[in-house]
């Protein structure tokens, strides 16, 4: 397969929406779009372009992963973005879930404690024309308190419990995506911020890098 032929690309993201995401369950036609326009494989080493689009994780360095597909568009689906929103994503990585945010929200800020993805992320974002986004480094348990409250946050890596911080970060109404668990496995869970309080739904079992910081993992 040709990686600078448009045509091939179009053809392995089209397989990859219909084989591993439609077929799971994933409805929202926005979410599908986002993931169907953007070129994964820049997000990995050239080296992991033929692997870009394959149903698994992949290595981004530095101890990191970027999540399958389906985890993507679970995650951002669960969000229910209609376009208007300030989201808080905790854990840049790669970029990749920072930019399907961009395509669905009006404003993200996003949180890595590791300079070198950050720097990497930021170069692919911006040569993809996504300036809609504030990335900062920092310990991302804590939120982003200045720029609160947000619509949406999501976190991208797991956590022995829902951060504290983030919840009171979140609007009355607003949602939040967060792997709560083990080292090892978690299950996805989903908060609502409502008047009296926060109600969660489990979306099932997952497997996550751990979210390290004050509010979450001691490294």
Known sequence: MKWSDP????????????NQLISRGIKDQRVLNALRKIPRHLFVEEALHHQAYGDHPLPIGEKQTISQPYIVALMTEALELKGSEKVLEIGTGSGYQTAILAELADMVYSIERIPPLVYK??????????F??????GDG????????????IIVTAASPEVPRPLQEQLIVGG???????????????????????????????CRFVSLIGQHGWQE
């Open 141 to 152: 348990t804590k939120g982003w308190e200045e720029e609160s409250p947000f619509d949406a």
């Open 132 to 137: 809609n986004i504030n990335i900062r480094i």
């Open 121 to 130: 992320a930021r170069k692919t974002l911006d040569e993809l024309g996504y």
């Open 7 to 18: 045509a091939s690309l179009e053809h392995e993201r089209e397989k990859m929406l219909e």
């Open 175 to 205: 949602l939040m995506v967060v792997p709560v668990g083990g080292r090892y496995s978690q299950d996805l869970i989903k908060v609502e911020r409502t008047e009296k309080g926060f109600v969660q739904q489990n979306l099932g079992g």
